[in-house]
Each structure stands twice: as C-alpha cells, then as structure tokens.
C-alpha cells in the first residue's frame, strides 16, 4: 500500500529582480512565485486539496503543472505581489 506524503514540499522563491521603466525608477515584479514538489505516490485527490488550500487560504494560483513519467509532481504557483500601505497613526 502507497501512503500519500504528510505534506508536499515548498520552498517560497523570492524574486528580487526589479523591472526597469525606462524612466530610471524600478519597480517590484507584479507576481511572486512558489513551487511545489509532490513526491511519487501521491494521488491526484492529494494534490488537488494541496493546491486548493494554498488557493482559498494563500491566494495562490496555479501557473504551472508537471508530471513526470516517474510518478513525480511539481506545481508553480504565483499570485500578485501584495503592495502594503503605510501604518496609519493610532
């Protein structure tokens, strides 16, 4: 019997390449990206609740799926780079 993993294996990638405007002013990359590793044996129904919850609960999207002829998954997720605003005076 395959037992499906705890839980896949992230690992956050933090793009700090700033786009240039032509105007000499960079700015932050409108999307941060983070792939996931899903090891041999895991379902289907595993990766897809995986990919949900990162969804629902991370905003994350799905950008790009792989899987490899040894049973292997790889998922890259990205979502928009959150701009924060400053920290209103209490």
């Not at 041999?40 to 790009?64: F, P």
């Amino acid at each position: 019997m395959i037992r499906p993993p705890a839980h896949p294996v992230a690992h956050p990638v933090a793009h700090n390449d700033a786009h240039n405007d032509g105007m000499g002013e960079s700015r932050l990359p409108d999307y941060e990206y983070r792939p996931l590793s899903f090891p041999r044996g895991t379902d289907r129904d595993t990766a897809r609740s995986v990919l949900t919850i990162h969804a629902e609960y991370g905003e994350w999207e799905l950008d790009r799926l792989r899987l490899f002829p040894d049973g292997r998954r790889t998922a890259l997720l990205r979502r928009r780079r959150r701009r924060f605003s400053p920290a209103l005076p209490s």
